[in-house]
C-alpha cells in the first residue's frame, strides 16, 4: 500500500466547502486502484518465482480494454514488472489525443498497446474471448486490469472507508459518477463492510439505463442512433462506443449495458428471491437461476424488469441521477465561479447529483467521487470554461502532459477482421520474445 501512494501524484482528499452550502469531497479514482493491483501482481509473482529461472518462472499475461482512463492507470501500474507482459486495446482514434499519448509514450517493453480497427465494445469482446479461449489458456497465465478483476473493487473500496474517517459524521451520502459500476459496487461492499453510508447516489449521463432501473425497475437497452446518438466531442473520446450508445461529453460513462450490475444483482437476488429458503446452497441457487433468467432476457429481449421487492432492495442502498450534457457544463462552469477548481465532465456529472441529491434530503454531507484530470477532456472544459475571465487551459495542464507529443510512440495494430486467431497468435508471439530476452 505504501508503494502504490509513492507513485500517485498529488494523491489527496480535495474539500470544497463553498458549493450550495454544503461540504463536497473529492477523492481518487482508478488510478489509485490500478496502483494497487499492480503492485498485488508483483508480490505473488516474487513469492512464486523465488529460486525460479528462465523458463521455468511463472509470467502474467495482463489484457484489458480502455476508452482512455484505465488503460494508462493500467500502463503506469504495471509498467516495468517483472514477469509481466501488458496488452491494451483501444479502439483507433477513439480516445482523446492525451489518453492516447499516455498510453503509447510509455517506453518499457513489456507494454503492449493495441489499437484496433473498431469500439471500445470491440476491445471489451476481445478481451472476454481471450481469457474463454482454451488455446491461449494453455500457454499463458492471463490477468485482468478492468473491472472483471474483483481486487481491482477491492482497492477501491478504500475510498468509501478513508472519505468517512476524513469527514468523521454519522452518515455521509456517496455520490458516485457510474458507467460500468465498478466503483460504485465498491462503495456497496463498504456500506455492508460497516461504512455508516446514508445512501449511494449512482450519477450516470444521458445513457442512463441505471437510472431508468432506480426509478421504475426496468434494466432495458434504449439505443438510439443517427443524429440522437450524436454528441461529445471526438478528440475527447466520444466515438469509441457501438452503434446505440449516445455520445456525451463524458465519455468514459457512455454505455448501453454496465458490465459490473449484474454483480449487484446476484446479491439482491440472494437477499430477496432465497429468502423463503433454509440453506446458504440454495439461497446461492435461486440467486444464481434468476439472475441467469434476467441476463437471458437482457440478450434475447433486450432487456427486463425485476420484482417490487428486488426494486425496494435496491432502493435501500441506492439512489440515482440523470445528469445532461448541458448541466455538465454549467457545473463546470458554477464549481470553477466558486471555488476556483477545474472539474473534468465526469467528475462535473458527480457533482451535479451531489448537489441536487443533498437539495433534495438535506441534512447528510456528500461525498462525490473524482475520475479523471480535466486535461484529459480538453474540449469539453474548454467549451464550458471559454468565457471565463482568468481562465488559461494551461494553466492546469499537468507537467507530466508536456512533451508527450515529442516522444516516440509505440503502437501495434490489430484488425477486427483478423478475430481472435490474430490476436492471440499477436500476444504469445510477443510475450515469447519478452521471456528470451
Known amino acids: 500500500m505504501d508503494r502504490r501512494c509513492k507513485t500517485i501524484k498529488d494523491v489527496e482528499v480535495f474539500l470544497l466547502d463553498d458549493i450550495a452550502d454544503m461540504k463536497v469531497v473529492f477523492s481518487a479514482f482508478k488510478d489509485v486502484a490500478l496502483q494497487f493491483l499492480g503492485n498485488l501482481f508483483e508480490y505473488f509473482l516474487v513469492r512464486r518465482n523465488e529460486n525460479k529461472v528462465g523458463k521455468n518462472r511463472s509470467h502474467l499475461t495482463v489484457i484489458g480494454a480502455t476508452s482512455g482512463d484505465t488503460g494508462s492507470a493500467a500502463i503506469y501500474g504495471l509498467r516495468g514488472k517483472k514477469d509481466v507482459s501488458v496488452f491494451i486495446m483501444y479502439p483507433t482514434g477513439k480516445v482523446s489525443a492525451i489518453q492516447e499519448l499516455q498510453m503509447t509514450t510509455v517506453p518499457e517493453e513489456n507494454i503492449h498497446c493495441l489499437s484496433v480497427d473498431g469500439t471500445f465494445d470491440d476491445c471489451q469482446d476481445f478481451v472476454k474471448a481471450l481469457f474463454a479461449d482454451p488455446e491461449i489458456n494453455q500457454t499463458q497465465m492471463l490477468g485482468a486490469v478492468n473491472s472483471i ?140 437461476s434468476k439472475v441467469m433468467e434476467w441476463q437471458t432476457d437482457l440478450k434475447a429481449k433486450g432487456g427486463f424488469k425485476v420484482e417490487k421487492a428486488v426494486l425496494d432492495a435496491a432502493k435501500a442502498d441506492f439512489s440515482s441521477e440523470r445528469v445532461s450534457d448541458d448541466e455538465t457544463l454549467t457545473t463546470i462552469r458554477e464549481v470553477y465561479r466558486k471555488g476556483n477548481y477545474v472539474l473534468d465532465p465526469h467528475s462535473a456529472i458527480g457533482m451535479t447529483a451531489a448537489v441536487r441529491s443533498a437539495a433534495a434530503r438535506p441534512g447528510v454531507d456528500s461525498v462525490a467521487l473524482a475520475t479523471a484530470h480535466p486535461a484529459k477532456f480538453s474540449n469539453a472544459v474548454g467549451m464550458a470554461l471559454r468565457d471565463e475571465k482568468g481562465f488559461h487551459f494551461n494553466a492546469i495542464l499537468p507537467e507530466q502532459f508536456i512533451g508527450l507529443e515529442a516522444l516516440q510512440k509505440r503502437i501495434k495494430h490489430v484488425k477486427k477482421q483478423e478475430g481472435l486467431d490474430g490476436l492471440r497468435k499477436l500476444i504469445i508471439e510477443e510475450v515469447a520474445k519478452e521471456i528470451d530476452v
Open 149 to 288: 478483476n474483483w481486487a481491482r473493487i477491492l482497492a477501491q473500496i478504500v475510498y468509501y472507508v478513508s472519505s468517512y474517517l476524513s469527514l468523521r459524521k454519522d452518515h455521509v451520502r456517496f455520490v458516485v459518477p457510474t458507467g460500468n459500476f465498478g466503483d460504485v459496487l465498491a462503495g456497496f461492499f463498504a456500506k455492508k463492510m460497516g461504512v455508516p453510508s446514508e445512501s449511494l447516489v449512482v450519477a450516470t449521463n444521458e445513457n442512463d439505463i441505471l437510472h431508468r432501473f432506480w426509478q421504475t425497475g426496468a434494466y432495458e437497452k434504449h439505443p438510439v442512433h443517427d443524429s440522437a446518438a450524436q454528441g461529445g466531442f471526438v478528440e475527447d473520446g466520444a466515438r469509441a462506443h457501438t452503434a446505440g450508445v449516445k455520445e456525451t461529453l463524458s465519455p468514459a460513462m457512455d454505455i448501453l449495458v454496465s458490465s459490473n450490475f449484474e454483480r449487484l444483482l446476484w446479491y439482491l437476488a440472494y437477499d430477496v428471491q432465497g429468502s423463503g429458503t433454509a440453506t446458504m446452497q440454495k439461497k446461492t441457487q435461486a440467486a444464481c
